[in-house]
């Protein structure tokens, strides 16, 4: 039972280059979600999804696009790097929050340098 | 967009200390969760509280759901160098969707 598992783990882009942050997790969830952490700043979230086949725009969307096609797969992707997109992003997986136990799971993070 | 208040920033404290930190909101929570996170690493679950007034311990760690629902705080027991890491509040809210608000962190430096 890996939890949630993020690729990369580091990854340094140019300015305008494309990449696409790939996570998964193994518990069944419903919910996954993106989030972006800059110091400072706690956690942000980015997109979301709340089952396979939808997803939704979360506090800082812009920039980024994201595809849920499979139940445990959440893709999040940067069709143009920009510098302000370097961060640290870390992918967080939960139940429905109408069930019990909805806590959210964090995986380990990726680590974004856009130059 | 939402916020939520977490206090302290940063603190020292010597080994065997007892850590008090708290966050606030102006707005309603159903539920508040505390994470730790190290270096390096994603944020780990260290305790959820659903209901009110809900006082919950996890060995050393001690956490309450403020009777007002706009506030919680997370208790240390007798620190341990391993504790030094960032500490996160979390809420939820509801408004159409649930969605997890964060506070911006306390980081603790354990001093053996």
């Known amino acids: 039972n890996a939890g949630v598992t993020q690729t990369p783990k580091f990854r340094v882009l140019k300015t305008g280059q494309s990449m696409t942050l790939l996570c998964a997790q193994d518990?069944?969830?419903?919910?996954m979600y993106w989030y972006r952490q800059d110091p400072g700043m706690g956690l942000r979230l980015i997109h979301y999804?709340?089952?396979?086949?939808?997803?939704a725009k979360g506090e800082v969307p812009d920039g980024y696009n994201v595809s849920r096609l499979k139940k445990q797969n959440f893709l999040l992707g940067l069709e143009s790097a920009a510098p302000s997109q370097t961060s640290v992003y870390f992918c967080a997986s939960s139940y429905s929050p109408e069930t019990p136990n909805y806590e959210q799971y964090f995986g380990p993070g990726t680590r974004l340098t856009v130059t | 967009g939402q916020q939520l208040n977490q206090s302290p920033q940063s603190m020292f404290i010597q080994e065997g200390e007892d850590v008090s930190m708290n966050c606030t909101s102006s707005s309603i929570f159903n539920t508040w969760l505390w994470y730790k996170q190290d270096p390096g690493e994603g944020p780990v679950l260290l305790i959820a509280l659903y209901k009110a007034g809900e006082l919950t311990s996890n060995g050393r760690l001690t956490a309450q759901f403020g009777i007002t629902r706009k506030d919680s705080f997370l208790n240390i027991s007798a620190s341990i160098p391993s504790d030094v890491g960032i500490y996160f509040c979390?809420?939820?809210?509801?408004?159409?969707?649930?969605?997890?608000?964060f506070g911006t962190g306390t980081r603790l430096k354990v001093l053996a």
């Open positions: 979390a809420g939820q809210t509801y408004s159409g969707t649930y969605k997890y608000i």
């Open positions: 518990m069944n969830h419903e919910y």
């Open positions: 999804s709340v089952g396979e086949g939808t997803t």
